[in-house]
């Protein structure tokens, strides 16, 4: 499966943006789909995955209740409604796919998206 993650852009802390993965390939919802982020100089992080129905969600710490994920496997298009945006959620935001069951930690993801960049300035 190809993934294109789309949607990044400049906002002020408070704001909202919504990200897109855009998947081509094999049959999307067969995946679980996850969304990453790696800030400068510092490891790509987990920040939240929904599984292949879309019924199950995970989410990091730092996002919960700010993020959401969901997906529209009609469209192959996974999705990330970011909103009361802060200076720390400014990285590079990455889509991810795996078969199976969703799991936090990045190498557990064989499909990986190219990267969409987020800036929260305050």
């Known amino acids: 499966v190809q993934l294109q993650a789309s949607g990044g852009g400049s906002v002020q802390a408070g704001g909202s943006l919504r990200l897109s993965c855009a998947a081509s390939?094999?049959?999307?919802?067969?995946?679980?789909m996850g969304w990453f982020r790696q800030a400068p100089e510092k490891e790509r992080e987990f920040v939240g995955a929904?599984?292949?129905?879309?019924?199950?969600?995970a989410y990091a710490d730092s996002v919960k209740g700010r993020f959401t994920i969901s997906r529209d496997n009609a469209k192959n298009t996974m999705y990330l409604q970011m909103n009361s945006l802060k200076p720390e959620d400014t990285a590079v935001y990455y889509c991810?796919?795996?078969?199976?069951?969703?799991?936090?930690?990045?190498?557990?993801?064989?499909?990986w998206g190219q990267g969409t960049l987020v800036t929260v300035s305050s």
């Open positions: 991810a796919a795996r078969l199976g069951i969703i799991l936090s930690k990045s190498s557990a993801y064989d499909y």
């Open positions: 929904i599984g292949w129905s879309g019924t199950s969600t």
């Open positions: 390939g094999r049959t999307f919802s067969s995946y679980g």
